[in-house]
């Protein structure tokens, strides 16, 4: 079975930051291109960071500068680095990570955890 796990989210004041995690297990982790998405209430879901199994890297243009994607292939976990958070940073943030080797929508999805940035 295929497990993904989050944490790491919470409650922080605007400037703080957050680190997110994401472990996965029963898959073969180091060919997954692995994903945040985050989603707050009302919102479409969007993608936050993606990174690939090359370290490939794409930000959405909202966390370029502030938010840094990586990954420890020996970890089974990809991380989220979020700095000089804002409030409009707050939503359920999602990890997913699809097998590039396969592709399609053959992804597994994190249960989410939620980030919220208020004073």
């Known amino acids: 079975q295929v497990l993904v796990v989050e944490s790491g989210g919470g409650l922080v004041q605007p400037g703080g930051s957050l680190r997110l995690s994401c472990a996965a297990t029963?898959?073969?982790?180091?060919?997954?291109?692995m994903r945040w998405y985050r989603q707050a209430p009302g919102q479409q879901r969007e993608l936050v960071a993606s990174?690939?199994?090359?370290?490939?890297?794409i930000y959405a243009d909202s966390v370029k500068g502030r938010f840094t994607i990586s990954r420890d292939n020996a970890k089974n976990t990809v991380y989220l680095q979020m700095n000089t958070l804002k409030p409009e940073d707050t939503a359920v943030y999602y990890c997913?990570?699809?097998?590039?080797?396969?592709?399609?929508?053959?992804?597994?999805w994190g249960r989410g955890t939620q980030v919220t940035v208020s004073s």
């Open positions: 990174i690939t199994r090359d370290s490939n890297i």
């Open positions: 997913y990570g699809s097998n590039s080797l396969i592709g399609g929508l053959s992804g597994y």
């Open positions: 029963g898959i073969m982790f180091s060919v997954y291109t």
